[in-house]
């Protein structure tokens, strides 16, 4: 089941002409809060905001859901360190709660613009990825085609709780999404491309207790937007969960490689 056909994101898709694929236009903007702030902006969303729960929230999680993201980077980090030829789009392949549904995903972004390509294939077919006697048409060829160009392989997992809040503005629709309790883990050599669920209590608090709150918009910022950041001062951030998750088990930093010269894009996760 597509848990953000109620982004919107999805109002602005449109089909790719080479890999028949939707491509999703939207804006994105990003704020790393303590748990209170985001608190806050849950309660502002439902009440001042005027907007309702995503009908996919999980009564059992607190009306969130829980998101698992398997990231794809080369050998060398390619990716990590926004080298040039990696710098521009991010390959990942996502997966909400236990689906039996992946969702290859190609995503990009210039400022706060952000464009993702994505088609839904089943969890089996995403683990018979690289395999022989792969069909010449399916959902995801262009997926399978982009990574192996680009020697892209899995890399490392996410999984954290999200809860999400729609409604619309005077621009058009608008949607909150609150993440937390961030685990990630390593993918080693034998690791599959099946994004599987990280148990809770394995792997860091990639977060340390604090929240990744995210605005999202089709157009223009919608005023009601503009209010929330202005009446809490809420400053935009730049937060990446892959370059987090690497960081908290303990990889490579920034710091050990420089990023390819131009390669200025906010990361993205």
């Known amino acids: 089941m597509d848990r953000d056909h109620e982004s919107p994101s999805l109002l602005g898709a449109r089909l790719d002409g080479e890999a028949g694929a939707p491509v999703l236009q939207a804006y994105e903007v990003k704020f790393f809060l303590q748990e209170e702030g985001a608190a806050v902006v849950a309660t502002w969303a439902l009440e001042g905001g005027g907007m309702r729960p995503d009908s996919h929230g999980n009564p059992a999680l607190g009306g969130c859901y829980t998101t698992t993201t398997l990231y794809l980077d080369t050998d060398a980090l390619d990716v990590y360190y926004r080298r040039e030829g990696y710098a521009k789009r991010r390959y990942r392949i996502r997966r909400y709660g236990d689906d039996a549904t992946v969702h290859l995903e190609c995503k990009s972004k210039s400022g706060d613009r952000v464009s993702k390509q994505r088609s839904a294939v089943s969890i089996d077919r995403a683990l018979a990825f690289g395999r022989a006697g792969e069909p010449g048409n399916w959902a995801g060829r262009w997926f399978a085609e982009r990574t192996a160009d680009l020697g892209l392989k899995p890399a490392s997992m996410v999984t954290y709780r999200r809860a999400a809040f729609i409604g619309l503005s005077e621009q058009g629709p608008v949607r909150v999404t609150i993440d937390r309790a961030v685990r ?21 608090d990639v977060l340390s207790g604090r929240a990744i709150v995210e605005l999202k918009y089709l157009t223009a910022m919608p005023l009601v937007f503009k209010s929330l950041m202005k009446n809490l001062t809420l400053h935009p951030a730049s937060v990446s969960k892959y370059r987090l998750g690497r960081e908290a088990l303990g990889s490579p930093t920034a710091g050990d490689a420089p990023p390819a010269a131009g390669a200025k894009e906010t990361p993205i996760a």
């Open 184 to 204: 990630a883990r390593l993918c080693g050599p034998s690791c599959g491309w099946g994004p599987e669920m990280i148990p809770e209590g394995e792997g860091p």
